[in-house]
């Protein structure tokens, strides 16, 4: 499996589900991913990573390498030789691209030629949300960045996340007969359900009874959730009643906040009485132990929710 993760935890949280998923085949997983937090997560045996230098998303080109000294081009050579020699020792039966047909600033395209012509036998899957942007924009970039000709000609297959029935990116995307014919639907992926030791082990540890209500506040990776924190925590008052004052809060911003916001997160946490937290490796069994869950529309976070059938308050980013 191949997940550039340039920014968030979206894309790495994702190919960690369909991992576990494919495991019960059973099957070997190696992730390729610039993820910097993919080792601090909850990772089952028969499932590991190679870890290539991270590169962080300024613009919607542009993009830097998160901590080496290198030229980005530098930077992506070093992700490209990796990609390939990962793909070469590894020999998958499948390899499983993430969101993007070409890979960050087409990194993984030589390793896809390499598949077909030395690895015939392995099927190249493109794995891509339901919804990726309005319309006329995926359309747009589709065209501009020969997205339709990588789908038609790099790939047997492409999954897509998601129910015809209630988004179609065939029609809205305009996406080709060719290779419409390679789309097949698989719902909206089903997250880890936390058993109740679990539950119980994460209240322990957080140090929130078993009888106590508990409201969860998340923005995924947090690179851009800090107006739905500010927000929520602007609500309350520590003088005022109310339902928070009769409940435990847990408000986790996502390890891409900023060291100064997170310090002020900490300290309008504390005079509230809620407990902040940077990050969690197992935000299955944080939302399971949830009553409630206010978040950010993110795709994964509302699949986690949804898996829990918890009740919830999106605030999307639009």
Known sequence: MYSHDTFGLGHIRRCLAIARSLRKC??????VTGSLLVGRFKIPRRIDFVRIPGMIKVTNEQYLPLSMKLEAAEVLEIRKKIILASAMAFRPDFF??????LGLKREVVETLHWLMSDLPSCRSILGLRDIMDSAPVTIQEWEEKGIYDAMDQLY???WVYGCQDFYDPIKE???PPQVASKIHFTGYIPRQIPSQEEIQAMRRGLG???KEKLVLVTTGGGGDGLPVVNTFLSAFHPAEGGILNRARVVVVTGPFISPKDYAEVVKKCQSLGFIPLKFHRFMEALIGAAQVVVSMGGYN???EIASQRKPFLILPRT
């Open 26 to 31: 059973p099957a070997n997983i190696l992730i």
């Open 96 to 101: 499983i691209v993430d969101k993007a047909p």
């Open 156 to 158: 047997h297959e492409i």
């Open 173 to 175: 995307y305009r996406i």
């Open 208 to 210: 929130i009874g078993d």
């Open 301 to 303: 976070t509302v699949c």
